[in-house]
């Protein structure tokens, strides 16, 4: 480690006060993530956690990394699926082979890299500008934008959502901390509504490129579970196979299961807050049941078989479970109050499957529902800390 | 009979270092220093010169903007130097003590109304021991207090015990609490759920309540809370059960002294234990005698709220408790990444929270830099008020007055968010916003 250290303090003079200077806060985030700097507490108190907000964005990336690996089979396995090329009787043999893994990281990790240079040239511009360290904040960001998006999105469409989020949903507003909508979020909605033909639809969530010789199976559509119960009210997809992550979707939000595991290690290390991620699952079951019970009433048959699907199909079809564990959770974005987060967890839920199931150009409602409730998280707060105030008043006059 | 409060939220910083209660008289020594920065709310004005003698309990300065308000020498000696800094603000006040001390004679016997003790307190420098809810000041002695709370259970990391420092004290105790009596129509005693000292347990003329919980269970503030949440335009004095000690000798002998049995521990003192120190003594002499080698930092109070002194700084004329521990060295490698098995953190993201009861060789390492505030819900831990801590606290840091009062500033003290600066993720100095809002408020208000 000394010799990192040692090339550190040989090129200090030249961020510092040399000629380099612009580059001091892409320095100073370098250095610091290979060495938690040495500064001691001198005011307040002596002693200090060790935790930092590096280890806090570091932990949610652990628990993302699941559901990565995971995607990134993934778009190998739908890839090559499509071309008929698997043989389904061999089931997970099939899917964890190196050749899946090769295609899906041969499209999604260049998404990454463009998404990080793309998201941390303008935070570092930006930190140059205000004179702040670099903020941690984008570390999850940049790879949470990938992972909502079809693996087909080409790499200048995502480069231009995230320097659009960065730049729009969080530098304006004052950088890390300040931000009113989910950063994440905010690049997937741009892309959604800028590129709607690249980020909706039957034709992205499977990569069908064929090379000489090899041809897309008869039969074959590339929709996913939610887009074909908005067309035809049914899907081909079995819940079982939707749970453990055998559909198509975004790249990173199919495995409900490796999803819920990272829940359970965010859940488990505190940061993230399971209130939150409670709550929406309680909207999503009662928004779910409600339809059951509404769906005899429904005039279309479509919609009648799609509110009439069991509860449970809401939590594992579509980005329900990825957009509460990693989505809704993001402590900025979301109610601060402890009270506050299960209202905001609860109506994420609860109007994020309504959303998809109401309006079909929209099979991804939990986009939407977590961006509105983003906005009004800040109402919630209001009236949770409103109510502290006013029960102060309250005893002060008695 | 007392009832218990047990408080749910806090934490016990596990540290190594704890103090056995073996009690040792230290040589005082003949240097000696006042630091008026110590005094919240005191604008300093010298009451001596260089090279003017001065007896134990003879003011030195006052405050300019309520003359009544006196700090007085801990020692009779001769004003050796008056340290000025920048902009010639007062900084230093540095005795040389006689052999002996000649205490100022204020007269003995108990006072026989609130009047005679208010005079015989402000006049013996016996006031700067009260400390005033809201605002966490020196007492204003204009004031009609509701109450006053007398915390006989600190619970920083290793707080002085009152049962271990009033030992042998007992009637001026005593004594202190029928002074105490005559200032507010009730005083209230606050005690360890566990505590058995029937000096404290049997005291009488107070109400006596019991509480248990982590830190900052021990807190004034918690206390207040818990008992007769301050609202706005009420008053009450706070003071801890060795200072009421220190007040019924001043009435019982009629000499002001400011010797205290304290806590000296952390792992950088050899044998932590108790000793009788006097404030505002040199503590170099006590250091080497006592502390170990190499680097480390001398805290007069506690680690959470105390006041870095250096090794051959002076105890702080009020200071509760002495604590030493390492100063942080050096980086930590991939120190944000690494699983952390022997990392302190009241998160679970380290994995040394597979480990509980492990205590730990606590630094003052920052582990980290300073951020924005991002995470939520962190503060409500170890913050035991029906308070919002963010939202109060972004309200301090907008300097929000309306808001922050609505929010309840009024009942805190800066130590009270001791804790949530301990843990917070984006290191801010708490803390010191908090003073700075108080003060702020202070100003505005008056």
């Keep these: 480690m000394k010799f990192i250290q040692n090339i550190f303090d040989a090129t200090r003079p030249a961020v510092t006060t040399g000629k380099l200077k612009p580059l001091y806060p892409l320095y100073n985030a370098l250095e610091t993530m290979m060495f938690v700097p040495d500064h001691n507490a001198h005011s307040g108190a002596h002693v200090r956690d060790a935790i930092d907000l590096k280890r806090t964005m570091v932990t949610v990336i652990f628990a993302l990394v699941p559901a990565l690996l995971f995607g990134i089979f993934n778009g190998g396995y739908q890839h090559y699926k499509a071309l008929g090329l698997l043989n389904e009787a061999m089931g997970w043999g099939q899917f964890f082979t190196l050749d899946n893994f090769i295609f899906g990281a041969w499209k999604i990790v260049p998404m990454i890299a463009v998404t990080y240079m793309a998201g941390l040239g303008v935070e570092i511009y930006f930190a140059g500008i205000n004179k702040h360290p670099v903020n941690e904040g984008f570390l999850v960001s940049g790879l949470l934008i990938p992972m909502t998006m079809p ?86 997809f079995g819940a079982w196979d939707a749970f453990l992550g055998l559909i198509p979707g975004s790249i990173g939000e199919t495995s409900t299961l490796l999803i819920v595991l990272g829940g359970v290690y965010l859940i488990a290390t505190g940061i993230g807050s399971w209130k939150i991620m409670l709550g929406s699952t309680l909207g999503a079951v009662a928004m779910g049941l409600l339809f059951n019970w509404a769906a005899p009433h429904m005039i279309t048959e479509s919609q009648q078989q799609f509110m009439s699907i069991p509860f449970y199909y809401h939590l594992v079809f579509g980005s329900w479970a990825f957009a509460t564990i990693f989505m809704a959770t993001d402590p900025v974005s979301a109610a601060h109050t402890e009270r506050g987060k299960w209202i905001y967890g609860f109506l994420v839920g609860f109007l994020g499957i309504m959303i998809r199931v109401f309006n079909p150009a929209y099979p991804e409602g939990m986009m939407l529902a977590i961006l509105f409730m983003n906005v009004m998280a800040p109402m919630i707060d209001h009236y949770v800390v409103n109510a502290n105030i006013q029960q102060r008043l309250k005893r002060s006059k008695a | 009979m007392s009832k218990t409060h047990t408080i749910r939220k806090g934490l016990n910083l596990p540290m190594v270092g704890a103090p056995s209660t073996q009690v040792e008289d230290f040589p005082l020594g003949t240097s000696f220093a006042v630091n008026p920065d110590e005094f919240v709310g005191v604008a300093p004005k010298l009451s001596v010169k260089e090279g003017d003698t001065v007896k134990a309990g003879q003011a030195i300065f006052f405050d300019k903007k309520d003359a009544r308000i006196q700090i007085t020498s801990p020692v009779s000696g001769t004003v050796r130097a008056i340290v000025r800094g920048a902009k010639r603000r007062l900084d230093q006040i540095q005795i040389e003590a006689d052999a002996t001390t000649s205490y100022h004679d204020f007269g003995k016997g108990l006072p026989k109304d609130a009047e005679a003790a208010k005079a015989t307190l402000l006049a013996s420098g016996a006031w700067t021991l009260l400390e005033m809810r809201p605002f ?87 206390h207040i809370a818990a008992l007769s949440p301050l609202n706005k335009g009420e008053v009450i004095w706070a003071i801890s059960a060795q200072d009421v000690a220190i007040i019924g000798d001043l009435f019982l002998k009629g000499h002001y002294c400011l010797d205290r049995i304290l806590s000296v521990a952390g792992s950088g003192i050899n044998a932590p234990h108790y000793f009788r120190l006097r404030g505002g003594m040199n503590l170099a002499t006590f250091f080497a005698a006592n502390g170990k080698k190499g680097a480390y930092r001398y805290i007069s109070g506690s680690v959470l709220s105390g006041q870095s002194i250096g090794a051959e700084g002076y105890l702080q004329l009020n200071s509760q408790q002495l604590t030493v521990i390492p100063e942080g060295q050096g980086t930590d490698f991939m120190g944000w990444v690494l699983p952390g098995f022997g990392k302190f953190s009241n998160s679970r993201t380290f994995m040394s929270w597979l480990s509980p009861g492990k205590k730990y060789d606590l630094t003052t390492k920052l582990h980290g830099e300073e951020r924005a505030f991002v995470v939520t819900g962190q503060y409500d831990q170890v913050f035991p008020f029906d308070i919002y801590p963010n939202q109060l606290l972004k309200a301090v840091w907008a300097k929000d007055l309306e808001r922050m009062e609505a929010l309840g500033i009024y009942e805190l003290a800066p130590e009270d968010f001791a804790l949530c600066e301990v843990i917070c993720t984006s290191k801010q100095p708490l803390q010191h916003m908090v003073r700075e809002a108080l003060d702020l408020l202070h100003t505005e208000m008056n």
Excluded: C
């Design chain 1, 151 to 236: 693996i087909d999105m080409p790499l200048w469409m995502v480069a231009i959502s995230t320097i659009f989020a960065v730049l729009i949903g969080k530098e304006v507003f004052g950088g890390t901390g300040m931000n009113i909508l989910n950063p994440a979020l905010t690049a997937r909605a741009f892309a959604f509504f800028a590129y709607p033909s690249f980020m909706s639809g039957d034709k992205v969530w499977v990569n069908t490129t064929v090379e000489a010789g090899q041809t897309v199976v008869d039969g074959f559509s590339g929709a996913t579970a939610l887009g074909q119960y908005a067309t035809t009210g049914s899907t081909s």
């Design chain 2, 136 to 222: 966490a000041r020196v007492a204003n002695p204009d004031d009609a207090p509701k109450a006053i709370f007398v915390n006989g259970m600190s619970s920083a990391p290793f707080a002085t015990e009152a049962s271990i420092a009033i030992a042998g004290r007992e009637e001026a105790f005593t004594a202190g609490l029928k002074v105490l009596n005559l200032l507010a129509p009730k005083t209230v005693l606050s005690l360890h759920a566990e505590e058995s000292a029937p000096v404290l347990t049997q005291a009488t003329g107070v109400e006596i309540h019991r509480f248990s919980g982590k830190h900052p269970a021990g807190n004034t503030s918690v």
